[in-house]
């Protein structure tokens, strides 16, 4: 609401005017008034006034609502005209009070104006509102309005340099304190240049140089402010400002501070580092401003040097040295930026390259080097500036980006050409894994990393693709393996593992003629954990090493144990695992188990199966061998399942073949018979033994028995038991030789 009194708002005691100068700039001043003659008087009465070589530009609003959004919109208002009675007759009042405490705008002035003072009593309002001046609008005449306005807008340009003064001298001390952020030199060099024009009055205007490490006849912008803040770490030549970039070079060139034309470039010498700090100044500076800035200058060189070698720590620490991109640590913090955000459009990623060790082996250390190299720069150049590289393993790439770039596709495109490496050209294939940010609400850096080598694991494992994503079960198959694994080798050193037999029966007349040592885990409740699950959990942690010996072990133990209760003609049957089979001095821990227990060798039989075999046949046949010399019988386990070749069979010095049960089950079709046949008359034709696996029926026996198979197991007979039980059902057999019927198979 507008006053309704008959002076006029402003009284013209003083026409004289102030002269005009050339402008540089303006100060924005607020006018909030609901009298629209108002706003005209006062912008007639301030039009051409000219306050440090600034002119005035006049915003408006007509409500306290208008005002605060116009303040919210314009940071840089210098001065607020307010009325108190508009919408309200304490609106403008309202307007001071959000302006100080919801904006946390103590820089701009708030002079109140008030056609009805008694609505606002001048000792409340300056006691209550944090405002700057206060009048009523019958005193303002235009000088004395002018005074006013000089006053305040020369106390918010004296605010504001100290504001950023403070400003400049708090980046330079955060950066100090956070030197081993990516941005330290950055964030320090940009206080310099705020500082620098703070000191001198003016506004933060510039940008901080210094020569390329790589390129010496190049300048990189550290840090800016002002109108430059968008080339900070481009190349002085983005500026497209011959002007400025003489200047520059000139100042690093003679080390010494260089004056321009509107502009002043600052030499700053550190003892390693040289940089320029180039500032825009209207005036040339005074000689107690350059005293000043030398000593600031001396401080800043040292705080300069320290940056640079805080940075240099940081890219020590952070960057890969062979491919100059980030390394593993980097990569992990910049996994945990992924997760504190969980953007559910960018994803992880692990790029495993195949069978890189050939390269190395192959070509040498410097070829695979250098292939390296030319793969992380594929990786850089070809994905763009949003993806962030890793090198986080010897042949292990990290990528970070948006989900629709980091794609099995579109990496899988990336490595169809060739790399090359020197002279060579070398085609490579990959695996890779990925996860995202939001796979867990419990996710971080460390976690997302985790998750991405789960996925690249199962890729290897399972995935015909050669890629996966992670899926929570598949960490949780992983925590159950290694809680199983746990278990098993706390369960193995207590002891708690069994060996149990399977009785081997000679289908001539009948009579036992070997058992198969069988490992079996019994758990607390009764139970049995299945072989086919345990089995590969040890040879997956190497406990099966050890799970072997013993059970070489306990089989010499139990042939003791047989030949004492009068059973010498019975072997035992031990399976050994590929860990076992590889070491080179296995044939002599045989011996060592043998005379320890004072056994003789033909009472025991190795069964390996036909990969060991195909792995590395020269090796095999070297250990074969070996134990053959010692006397001990050697039989290929489940023969037939595997990619057999034949030619192993002649060369190897083998004693049995023993038919896989899936055979035995297929044997009442054609398709199986043939096999089986075939089976059969190869081992008679070389002198091999065959024992028939997995025997349930009678009709399978019978079948058997008509090829002249000499040996079977299997249900029918007998079904795996615990030692002290075999020696049970042994010792009731009262017949020349141990047999097995069905009959006692049911007792």
């Not at 003016?202 to 109108?227: Q, S």
């Not at 019988?633 to 057999?644: E, K, L, R």
């Amino acid at each position: 609401m507008s006053s309704n009194h008959d002076e006029p708002l402003f009284l013209s005691d003083d026409p004289d005017e102030i002269p005009g100068e050339l402008c540089e700039g303006v100060w924005k001043l607020l006018i909030v008034d609901d009298d629209q003659e108002i706003h005209a008087v006062t912008k007639m009465a301030l039009s051409d006034v000219i306050i440090a070589n600034r002119s005035l530009e006049f915003l408006h609003a007509y409500s306290g609502i208008e005002a605060l959004d116009c303040l919210t919109e314009h940071d840089d208002i210098a001065m607020v005209l307010l009325d108190v009675v508009m919408e309200t007759d304490d609106a403008g009042l309202n307007v001071a009070k959000a302006i100080r405490e919801e904006l946390g705008n103590d820089e701009v002035r708030i002079v109140l104006r008030t056609g009805q003072p008694g609505y606002a009593p001048e000792e409340s309002v300056v006691k209550n509102y944090d405002i700057n001046d206060y009048k009523t609008k019958t005193e303002l005449t235009r000088s004395r309005l002018l005074t006013t306005v000089f006053s305040a807008i020369r106390s918010y340009q004296q605010l504001r340099t100290i504001n950023e003064n403070r400003r400049g001298l708090r980046k330079i001390i955060h950066s100090a304190s956070n030197l081993m952020e990516k941005h330290s030199i950055v964030n320090f060099s940009e206080g310099v240049v705020t500082q620098l024009a703070s000191l001198l009055g003016l506004r933060a205007e510039g940008i901080v140089g210094a020569r390329a490490p790589d390129k010496e006849n190049d300048i990189i912008v550290l840090g800016a402010a002002g109108h430059f803040a968008g080339s900070i770490n481009k190349s002085l030549r983005s500026l497209e400002s011959q002007r400025i970039e003489e200047g520059v070079k000139r100042c690093l060139a003679e080390r010494r501070h260089v004056q321009m034309e509107g502009a002043t470039v600052f030499f700053i010498d550190g003892q390693e580092h040289q940089a320029a700090a180039y500032i825009e100044t209207a005036d040339a500076i005074e000689n107690y401003d350059q005293e000043l800035l030398e000593v600031f200058l001396a401080n800043i060189a040292v705080g300069f040097e320290n940056a640079n070698l805080f940075e240099e720590l940081r890219s020590a620490a952070y960057l890969d040295p062979l491919t100059g991109i980030a390394n593993r640590a980097e990569f992990t913090r910049q996994l945990q930026r992924l997760a504190e955000r969980a953007s559910k459009s960018k994803v992880a990623a692990i790029v495993d390259i195949d069978h890189f060790s050939d390269v190395n082996d192959g070509l040498g250390q410097d070829v695979g080097n250098a292939l390296l190299r030319s793969v992380a720069l594929r990786l850089t150049e070809q994905l763009g500036n949003d993806i962030f590289v890793a090198r986080i393993a010897a042949d292990v790439f990290g990528l970070i980006g948006p989900e629709h770039i980091i794609s099995p596709q579109n990496l899988n495109a990336l490595f169809k050409l060739p790399f090359r490496a020197g002279e060579h050209y070398i085609p490579l294939s990959i695996t890779c894994g990925f996860t995202s940010a939001d796979n867990s609400e419990r996710s971080n850096g460390k976690a997302l990393l985790k998750q991405a080598y789960i996925a690249l694991k199962n890729a290897k494992k399972n995935s015909f693709e050669r890629f996966n994503y992670y899926r929570p079960y598949m960490e949780e198959e992983t925590q159950h393996r290694l809680h199983m694994v746990r278990r098993l080798r706390a369960d193995f050193a207590a002891r708690k593992l069994e060996v149990w037999y399977q009785p081997q029966v000679d289908l001539s007349n009948g009579c036992i003629i070997g058992v198969e040592s069988l490992l079996r885990w019994p758990q607390d409740d009764g139970s049995f954990i299945s072989p086919a699950e345990f089995i590969p959990l040890a040879e997956y942690s190497g406990l099966i090493v050890d799970i072997g010996a013993w059970v070489i072990e306990e089989a010499c133990q139990q042939i003791r144990r047989f030949d004492e209760r009068g059973y010498g003609n019975i072997r035992i049957a031990v399976n050994v695992s590929v860990p076992q089979f590889r070491m080179r001095d296995f044939p002599e821990l045989i011996e060592q188990q043998l005379k320890q227990h004072q056994v003789n060798p033909d009472r025991l039989e190795l069964e390996i199966t036909e990969s060991i075999v195909m792995e590395d046949p020269d090796f095999v046949a070297d250990i074969l061998y070996r134990l053959k010399r010692q006397g001990i019988h050697v039989a290929i386990d489940d023969f037939g399942v595997g990619f057999s070749s034949l030619s192993y069979l002649q060369k190897l010095p083998l004693d049995r073949l023993k038919i896989d049960k899936t055979f035995v089950h297929h044997s009442d079709e054609e398709s199986g018979r043939i096999i089986i046949e075939t089976i059969v008359d190869m081992a008679h034709r070389l002198g091999l033994g065959v024992v028939a696996e997995g025997i349930e029926d009678e009709q399978q026996l019978n079948y058997f028995k008509q090829l002249n198979c000499a040996e079977a197991q299997g249900y029918y007979f007998a079904r795996p038991m615990p030692a002290d039980k075999l020696a049970k059902m042994l010792a009731s057999e009262e017949s020349d030789c141990v047999s097995l019927t069905r009959e006692s198979q049911l007792n």
